[in-house]
Nanobody, 126 residues
Framework: QVHLVESGGGVVQSGGSLRLSCVASGSPADRQCMAWFRQAAGKSREGVAAICSGRYRTYADSVKDRFTISQDSAKSTVYVQMDTLKPEDTAMYYC????????????????????WGQGTQVTVSS
């Protein structure tokens, strides 16, 4: 069983930065891929960034060149550094994990992830 706890959300002005953290517990074998998803009010959950085997990264087009996902295996923590934030980035952000090594397009698909955190809210004001 994997338990995920997110932190780092908050309110930031447009153009600002935030770093979200996701601390994981449980077997590393159950979290071969980890990802960040977000869900804005009234919208479906969408993939933001994923990292598999600690080094294979995938980003949604909407955040490419602005967000960076990283992993500290010693701390069992996954981060997403979010720069140049825009009001449309406002959403609840969730961390997720799966024991399978998915290919790039699938890594940002919510349905392939078994474990989810409770989320952390990010609000970007204009």
């Amino acid at each position: 069983q994997v338990h995920l706890v997110e932190s780092g959300g908050g309110v930031v002005q447009s153009g600002g930065s935030l770093r979200l953290s996701c601390v994981a517990s449980g077997s590393p074998a159950d979290r071969q891929c980890m990802a960040w998803f977000r869900q804005a009010a009234g919208k479906s959950r969408e993939g933001v960034a994923a990292i598999c085997s600690g080094r294979y990264r995938t980003y949604a087009d909407s955040v490419k060149d602005r967000f960076t996902i990283s992993q500290d295996s010693a701390k069992s923590t996954v981060y997403v550094q979010m720069d140049t934030l825009k009001p449309e980035d406002t959403a609840m952000y969730y961390c997720a994990a799966t024991p399978r090594l998915w290919g790039p397009p699938t890594r940002l698909t919510p349905s392939v992830y078994e474990y989810w955190g409770q989320g952390t809210q990010v609000t970007v004001s204009s």
